[in-house]
Structures are given as C-alpha cells and as structure tokens.
C-alpha cells in the first residue's frame, strides 16, 4: 500500500491524532466522507509479517515468552500485559515518564505503535445501557451523560458490523443487545459455571467478543479471516480475525485515496489561532529526529488514548487557552477512572479433574456474568452504588498455572498437577469505579518531561470507600457461584487492582450539558475550540463497569458524522 | 503504508531533555545513545540535603565513552517527583518499621498493591546541574538534562536506599511534609553515601 508524503503546506481537513481504536475509525470514517485526513501516529509503523507472533509458542524462546531477566523490570515496569513476544508493542517506560502521589501509585499501559492497543486488547465489546449514561438519575451520584442509549443505539450497531462482534443475543434490559456474529461456545466447566450462576438467581452469558466468529463482506474485503483459535491476540493477530486498526479501520481509510499516515510524529501541542481561540493544526517533534514540524488542519480530532489526549490538551496553552485547550471550565483532567479487579476467587471443580486435556484455552474467551447489583429496587445495596460484572472461565491452558497452589515435589507432586490440570475455575471481578473529581491528572508541577522534553503528567488517583465495599461484595459473590458450582480449594481475591492495572482509564476530558461543568458536548466537541473534537475514552462520564472500547468507537463515528454536517454548514 | 522508512536527522548539536539509569549499589548508572553508540555514565552521589523544600544529592558524574573516562564533580541532582512502585514493597532494614511510610491505609482507603504504608518509590526524576557536554564529550546539550532513576534494586545497598529514598519522599513530596521524617531519612541516606 502506498502512503502520501505528509506536508507542512498543505491545509487537511482533518488531522487525526492517533491510530488505536478511536483514531483508525476516525480516519476511516473521515476519509470515506471525503475528507483529507492527515493521521499522526506518535510511534512506529509496523510489519504485521515481521512483527506479529501469533503462531510462535513460548517454547521457542529460551526465555518461555517471559522475555530475558530484568528487561521488563528495569525497561517497561509499567507494561503489565506486554510479554517477550509483544513488548514492542508497548511503549519503553525510559522514554515515557510521568508522576504519582507519594503512597498513591498508578499502573500506566501505554501503545505507542501503528494501531496503538488495538494490537493487543482483551477484545470484550460491550454497550452501555441508561443504566450507566443516566447513572445519576437511578442514584443520584455525579451526574448522567449527556447522551441517551436510544441516541447512541445506531452507532454501537454500525460499530459492531464492522467490528465484528461475536456474542448472543441475550436480551438484557441493562445490556443491551447487538448485531452479533455466532458465539463462542462454553467449556464443560463454564457450563457448570453458568448452571450455577443461574441457580442463584444472576446470569451468565458468553462474552461479547470483537473476533471474526464468521466473515461477511466489510470484513472479507479487507482480507480479515475466521479466527482459528490459536489464543494467541496480544501477540499480534496475523490473520485480521481480531479487530484493530491495521486489519480492518486503516486499510478502509487507506482505500479511498484521502489518507496520508506519519508516523514516529509525536504531537507537543495543539497550534491556536490567536483571533478566534480555534485550532489551526498542531506542533509534532519527529520521535526519531527530533525535528520539528506543524501541521495545518480545519479539524483537530484527539485520539490519543484518554490520559495521552489530556495531557496533549493540557499542554496546549495560548493566550486564548490559558490552562490548557478546552480548560475554562477547570475540569480537564478530573474524574479519572479506571475499573477495579483483583477481587474474585478461584478453585477447582473436582468433575473435571484427571479428564483428558483438551485445547480449551484457543478461544481465549470465557464466559461473563453481567451486573447483578443496583439494577433495581430489589438488587438495590446499601453499602454501595453502582455494580460489578464478572469475568472468568474454566479452561485447560497450555501453561499449567495449577502447580503453583499445589503444595508438594516429586511424583506425587506431578500427579497431582496433572490431575488439576484440567479442573481450574476462576472469576475476577470488573467493576465500576465511582467518578470523583479529586482524582485527577495535571501536568507535573515539579517539571518532569519525557524523552522530546514534552511536560509529562502527574496522576492523582486512589480508590474511595464505595469500590472497598463493592469489592468485599464481589469476593463473596464470586465464592458464592464457585461454592455452587461444587468446587474445591476455593481461594478468595480481596485486593483491589492498583488504579490503571485494568487498562480502562476513562473520563478526564468528560463530556456534558453546562460549559461551565465539563469539557466536551454531547458531539465529543470541545466547548472551548469548536473545531477540536476529543473522541477516545477521555469523553467519559462514568465507566459503567463494562468494557469501554464499543462506546468508544460508536462515539467516534457519530461524532465524525456530526462534524460533517457542521463542516458542511460551515460551522466549524 | 505500515513500513515509512524514518528520515535521519542533520548533525545539530540538540537538547538531551533526560537519561535512564538504574540504582546499582549506591549509584545510578545508565547509557547514553549517541547514534550508534552507548557511553556509559554514572552517576555517585556523595551527600544528600533538603534544599527548598526537596531533597538534593550532591556527587560525581561520569561518561565513558572510547576508553576515555570524563568526569563533572559537585553535580547536583534535585528531585522533582517520582513515581510510586508496583507490587511488593521493599523491605524495612533490621529494626525500622515499615509505617515510616505511612499509615496503613493512606486515610482508610482500600489497600490495593503498593499503596499507603506498603507504597515506595518506583522511579525518581532529577533535574542535573551543572553539566556540560563538551566537557563530559557528549554532543548534546545538557543544561536541563533529567535524571530518571528507576528503583529495581538487585543489592543490598540498593535496597536500604530505596527504603530511605521513599521515607525521604513521603515526608518531603506528600500534601503533609514531616520534617522530622525527612531530617531522619536525608541523615539515614548521609550515612549509606559515605560507606
């Protein structure tokens, strides 16, 4: 595939800031509205031939897929998911510092590469319901989206028929429903799960995966295959079955000949123009050669990752933008949030053991047990808001994890890892994390810059009395359906995960009705420079306790539809 | 379109914004990427201080680099933050208590992995001064230059430092600085300098 060369002179009608979920789509749908889109991606490009290590298995390595000793201690402390296989997906913690609060540390996941976490996301594609965008009517706390489920249902439709989105239709009131390829089947052991789930009353459904269960036109097209379970997506997934950007939003932009990709351009500010306070494009320092470049765009479309697209905006001041780009209202980079796990437990189920091992693990799935607390009068708490779903699953894995809670060496020891082998359950919990304005990220006011010099982000963050208490009930909850289940040697989880560790950080640029009370409208706008649209999961209100990717990329594409009608109206 | 072919840059001289290091014993060493080379540098501090409020050490910056071993003495590297440690904190040397950390939990909250009392420091960023380039051999200019020193220790020395190091934090950098605290960490990270 060809790419232009991308110029200083030339005027885009759009400059895209960042390749990931939101950015590629952005890109996508820009391009195919006819819009001269300049996308710039702050890490390298990639060679999916090259790069991706979908069929390699970690006994290939002599380092088992662990990589060499200390790389990821002393190089990439921060990239919890990266393995010796996909550590060049993430970005070198060396180069990328930011800042915590004494005793109040942060886990911070970053990809700077074409197609940023697309590369390696856990692929769970749920919808919100008015459950979570009117949040604040159902208890009170915080305040709703500006947007309705009804307003957002077309998007998340359009988003799953490209995506792909393999799941059931489950018909849940408070998780919605979508245009779902088939299934992935549960195993022997989720089925007991779900038995189980069921008999206390909560449901169990197979999770909503962005995998091509099957193949239809808009994916054969760009030459994206059936996945063939080989369970190895954070690798890298040659055959497009997996969704990201490179296999599937890219190459669509790239086809209608208005697409010009730079990469290794890393965005330091957002350039204003001094009469009308409007974005006239931006500021990059080539990652490589420290050159530096501006770029001119009607449009300026941040999608750089929620903190990332904060942090550029923060550091975009002018005299019309004094604290920041879209910061008058004081709210930019406040109420960050990111979901909470680590509580769960797991087990054994004694039916399962001693069985014959068989490829389970392939389709990296499990199964998902939907939100059950604070739906309703009836499942209301009073110990805290909002809910928490479970994710989780029984599967035999190619690694067997068992040895590590049997107690014992020897024959006896292997006689028993084998016999367990094959009987693991597990739920962990994914849970909403309550917006409060004083957690929140700034630039560092000690001074700290990253590898270019650009001003880096110190993160406030810590998790309140309402995630200890949903926390505590989640851990009950998942020995409860465990003990149901009938399995043995039930360990209960009761720590929080460190804020950041679950990789949905959302809100910071939060969308909303008042000016004075957030950052963007309910079109992902900025109120302050009508021509800057913020369209990653820095939008946020709250985080629901689902996984936040679908509604990022339904906002992405009604967003693009709605600038536009306004470019057309001459709006912008 | 995924394989552009990266512009290579002029020979201008141009601003060094930071350098990696690891704390090894007592000093914090690293590389340097010059093109295709690596110098080696070293920074050994000697002494530690409160000044304005934040703790500065004071010590000896080395490059080495084609044999030859160039040397800036009296550096002085202020912290300007850090950032907090993941997982399993380190431990408290014989005979100190862990809590000089804080309490347990930061004001009640929920423990999570490295937080409050268990929390330490992960990385600290310095700002160096004064340093030159010409004079360490280094083609850059280095009259801002950050000194990013992730705490991974693999020894002894290491590990009582990044103990002191994250009392000497959470007393000076918390939203309640204890100058007690500080005054007895900064004499603590004296000691291990002069060993």
Sequence with gaps: MQTKQASSRKIYDAIVIGSGASGGMAAKELTERGFEVLLLEAGPPINPKREFSMNKFSFESAYRGYGPPGWKANEQWQQDTAGEFSRHFYIKDTEHPFTTDPGKPFLWVRARILGGKTLHWGRLSWRFSDLDFKAASHDGFDVDWPISYKEIEPYYDKAEEWVGVAGNRDGLWWQPDGKFLPAIPLTCGEQKLKTATEGLGWKLIQPRLAMLTAVKPQHRKYGRAQCHYCGSCGNGCSVGAMFNSISSTLPAANETGRLTLRTNSIVRHITVDNNTGKAKGVAVVDRLTYQELEFSGKVVIVAGSTLESTRLLLNSKSRQHPNGLGNSSGVLGHYLVDHFGGTGASGFLPMLAGRDPVNEDGKSSGIFVPRFRNLDAATKQQKFLRGYGFEGGSAIGAFPGVARRIEGFGSEFKKQVRRWYTAPVALTTRAAMLSRFENFAEIDPGGVVDAWGIPVLRIHIQHSENEREMGKDATASAAEILKKAGAENITLSENLTVPGRIIHELGTARMGDDPKKSVLNKWNQVWDAKNVFVTDGAAFVNSANQNPTLTILALTIRACEYLTEEMKRGNL | ?195
């Design chain 2, 1 to 195: 379109m995924f394989t552009q072919t990266p512009k290579t840059s002029g020979a201008a001289i141009r601003k060094l914004h930071s350098v990696h290091s690891l704390l090894i014993g007592r000093e914090f060493k690293g590389e340097i990427e010059v093109g295709k080379a690596r110098p080696a540098f070293t920074y050994s501090p000697v002494s530690a201080t409160v000044a304005n409020g934040k703790l500065e050490l004071t010590g000896r910056f080395t490059v080495k680099a084609a044999g030859q071993v160039r040397k800036s003495e009296n550096v002085k590297a202020t912290l300007l933050a850090t950032q907090g440690g993941l997982t399993t904190a380190p431990q408290a040397p014989r005979g100190i208590e862990l809590t000089l950390l804080g309490k347990i939990p930061t004001d009640g909250l929920p423990a999570t992995d490295a937080t409050g009392g268990t929390g330490y420091v992960g990385v600290m960023y310095f700002r160096l001064s004064p340093l030159n380039g010409r004079t360490l051999g280094l083609p850059f200019d280095l009259s801002a230059v950050q000194l990013n020193g992730r705490l991974n220790p693999v020894d002894e020395a290491a590990r009582v430092l990044q103990f002191w190091y994250s009392v000497a934090v959470r007393a000076l950098y918390d939203s309640t600085p204890d100058e007690s605290l500080a005054a007895k960490s900064v004499a603590e990270i004296n000691q291990l300098l002069k060993v």
